[in-house]
């Protein structure tokens, strides 16, 4: 099973891109918005930078950290 949680900020346009994309669809994507300092450290630790919008994705135990909303859009689209 695929668990997917969505690093952003409101002030990203970036990231609004991707809220939008998100929007009405079915997707199950935790938001963790980095304003809070335990989602910016979690990205920073986890990720390695402190870019957004970034989509952690955990499956079978593996963690992949996306950056660039179109990747994460496109990634969304066909999962």
């Known amino acids: ?6 690093y952003h900020s409101k002030y990203c346009y970036f990231c609004q ?7 009405g669809r079915e ?5 963790m918005d980095t304003s809070d300092a335990k989602h910016h450290l979690e990205l920073l630790e986890g990720g390695g930078k402190g870019q957004v919008p970034c ?3 955990k499956s079978q135990g593996k963690i992949e950290w996306m950056y660039e909303s179109d990747a994460i859009i ?3 689209r066909s999962a």
Not at 1 to 6: C, S, V
Not at 17 to 23: E, N, P, S, T
């Open 1 to 6: 099973m695929k668990t997917h949680q969505l």
């Open 55 to 57: 989509l952690r994705i």
């Open 17 to 23: 891109k991707v809220m939008m994309f998100l929007a």
């Open 74 to 76: 496109n990634y969304l």
């Open 27 to 31: 997707h199950s994507v935790e938001m």
